[in-house]
């Protein structure tokens, strides 16, 4: 991800000078104190103001109207809850004291003001900002304030910093689901059958074409006959993980969408990491896929599909049948969704009847609301048994489901499935 | 800042301590400032009371605005009740200039009392140390900014001094200890201007 700092462009901006707040505090000490010593004929309140108004003396009326000022960024693209530096290069002006301030955009936290003191005529500061939540999201507005000597007048320059690309937080996967029927395609997961790998298989009688360098020569002396070693074959599997992004529900942060980028985005970065190859499906308003595949440049296309796709609620045809080349025979298929909408429910049981081996992370964590009255806790009731029914009705055609907190690691929810080779039924 | 002139990248708790004390130094100079200036409460015309009021309401709000110019920026989702309240409530406090509101409270508050001229002078030492340490606080800026200020502060300080001693003089017998005065007041004067005037004309420098 580390990539050399993005350049955003160098700009020239109008300075509009001001007072200070300092100095309008030191102008209404001033004013006041002169006002009442007329009124009151009494000269210590004259005097009083005599610091305020040696202080204002020092304005200087000639100031320097335009700035050159250059922003990059260090990387395009971070992943939430991590830190983007934005470079900012001040160029003249360097008699006056500057402090860049940033006004973050929705989901960005910003640090503190950042001060450039003057006396160098390049001078560069770093400005720390946070995404929270992923997404495009424009960083804020940076803001630049130039300072005399004696703090009298600021001037300030406004300059729009540019968007980012925030991914969601790969969720923890350490273990991975292996199928137990794998496609014959070198890989790392040691398979049924017999093959090249690493891991032994078993001992059977010698036939001609063998490799000598695998006998087995205890059972060669044991059986009075040449024997050889054989070792499993080592396979990749096909992964796609569908991410259902027709529903957003639950509070801000985790919702039911947060909770499915985070879980697709973990998946993917654990299976590419096992040289599994992995695809891709978003099921939302419309369909987007990515065949199965492999690398690094194939886990940023996937990543770049994963936010490209606008979530949806528009009803949309042609949802109900995943397509087939997305979906390569014999592949592992993980779903992450709330299981709130009826047209994914009918594409899983398409998917299964067509043979595929899948398994539901069910992201839901928030019920509807209801005001506490008789009725409102009777269709809540209602509302939880429907859910339990789509559940056990996804059971019953051997599409397992397993319940996902947001928070925990995926490892704890799919441990009943990584332990052990998934069947792969048909 | 480095010697190229690479500001470093903001630190997020360490200057939490340095402005809980800018906030803590800003807070006893008001209530100082408050004090000085109302007391005492019943030595003062009418109105001392409604003033004292105002100038500890503006005094706490001037407070708040710089609790809240110093707290990390963060833009609330905007969805939640306690969202919309807490962005209602920084509206509030961010409206007005609570610090110059009580600038003029406290020397209203002053001039309701009868004549004095050192407590006056004293004030204006006080008042003026408030307004700088509230620009501290504000900006974030270190002490030493303030140093360009010196020669400037100390004029000032010598000017009101010079005031003091004049509004004396009426109460004073004549004879050698006003010629005294007299003397004293031209030569802190001549300082004063030998302070000022040097800042004044270096000031495009």
């Known amino acids: 991800m580390a990539s050399p700092a993005e350049p955003v462009g160098t700009r020239h901006l109008p300075l509009r000078w001001g007072l200070s707040a300092y100095a309008r505090r030191l102008v209404t000490l001033a004013l006041a104190g002169l006002i009442i010593a007329i009124v009151t004929r009494r000269a210590e309140f004259a005097g009083l103001t005599a610091p305020a108004l040696l202080m204002l003396a020092t304005w200087r009326p000639d100031r320097a109207a335009q700035l050159t000022v250059r922003v990059s960024l260090d990387t395009p693209t971070v992943v939430e809850g991590t830190e983007v530096l934005v470079t900012v290069e001040l160029s003249g002006q360097d008699e006056l004291d500057a402090r860049l301030t940033v006004d973050p955009g929705d989901h960005i936290l910003a640090g503190t003001a950042v001060v450039m003191p003057a006396g160098h005529s390049r001078r560069v500061a770093r400005v720390a900002l946070e995404p929270t939540r992923w997404g495009r999201r424009s960083l804020g507005v940076l803001v630049i304030t130039y300072t005399d000597r004696y703090r009298l007048a600021e001037g300030r320059a406004v300059l729009e910093l540019p968007e980012i690309q925030c991914r969601p937080l790969p969720a923890g996967l350490r273990s991975s689901i292996v199928l137990s029927r794998l496609p014959s395609r070198l890989g790392e997961h040691p398979a049924r059958s017999t093959g090249d790998g690493g891991e032994f298989a078993g001992v059977r009688e010698f036939v001609p074409g063998d490799r000598q360098r695998r006998i087995n020569w205890p059972a060669t002396t044991r059986h009075g006959t040449v024997h050889l070693t054989t070792f499993a074959a080592e396979r990749t599997q096909n992964v796609v993980v569908i991410a259902d992004e027709t529903t957003d529900v639950g509070d801000p942060g985790s919702t039911s969408l947060d909770f499915v980028l985070r879980g697709a985005a973990g998946a993917i970065t654990r299976y590419l990491a096992a040289r599994d190859r992995v695809g891709l499906v978003i099921f939302a308003g419309r369909l987007s896929w990515i065949g199965p595949g492999q690398g690094q440049r194939h886990h940023q296309r996937l990543l770049d599909l994963m936010m490209a796709t606008p979530g949806g609620w528009e009803r949309a045809v042609g949802l109900t049948r995943l397509p087939r080349a997305a979906l390569p025979p014999g592949s592992l298929i993980i779903v992450f969704s709330p299981l709130l909408d009826p047209r994914l429910i009918e594409a899983l049981r398409d998917v299964r009847e067509r043979g595929f081996s899948v398994i539901v992370v069910d992201v839901l964590n928030s019920e509807p609301g209801h005001e506490g009255s008789r009725v409102s806790s009777l269709a809540g009731r209602l509302w939880r048994l429907e859910q339990e029914a789509i559940r056990f009705s996804l059971t019953q055609i051997g599409v397992p489901g397993v319940h996902w907190d947001g928070v925990s690691s995926l490892d704890e929810p799919l441990a009943p499935y990584t332990r052990r080779v998934l069947v792969a039924h048909r | ?205």
């Open chain 2, 1 to 205: 800042m480095k010697r190229d002139g690479t500001a470093q990248a903001p630190a997020r708790l360490a200057p939490l301590r340095r402005r809980g004390l800018r906030l803590a130094a800003a807070a006893t100079l008001g209530a100082a400032v408050i004090w000085w200036a109302a007391y005492p409460v019943s030595g003062g015309g009418g109105g001392t009371r409604l003033m004292l009021v105002i100038a500890i309401a503006a005094g706490a709000m001037s407070l708040a605005q710089l609790a809240v110019t110093a707290t990390v920026t963060r833009h609330p989702d905007g969805l939640t009740a306690a969202d919309r309240i807490a962005a209602h409530a920084t509206g509030l406090v961010m409206m007005l200039p609570w610090a110059e509101l009580m600038t003029v409270a406290v020397l209203v508050l002053e001039a309701l009392h009868s004549s004095r001229p050192w407590h006056t002078a004293v004030l204006a030492v006080a008042l003026t140390g408030y307004l700088l340490a509230v620009h501290l606080a504000e900006t974030d800026a270190g002490a030493s900014t303030l140093r360009a200020l010196l020669p400037l502060l100390s004029a000032g300080l010598g000017l009101t001094a010079l005031s003091v001693g004049s509004a004396a003089l009426p109460d004073l017998p004549a004879g050698p200890v006003v010629t005294l005065i007299r003397i004293g007041a031209v030569a802190l004067a001549a300082v004063a201007a030998g302070l000022a005037v040097p800042v004044w004309l270096g000031r495009g420098q």
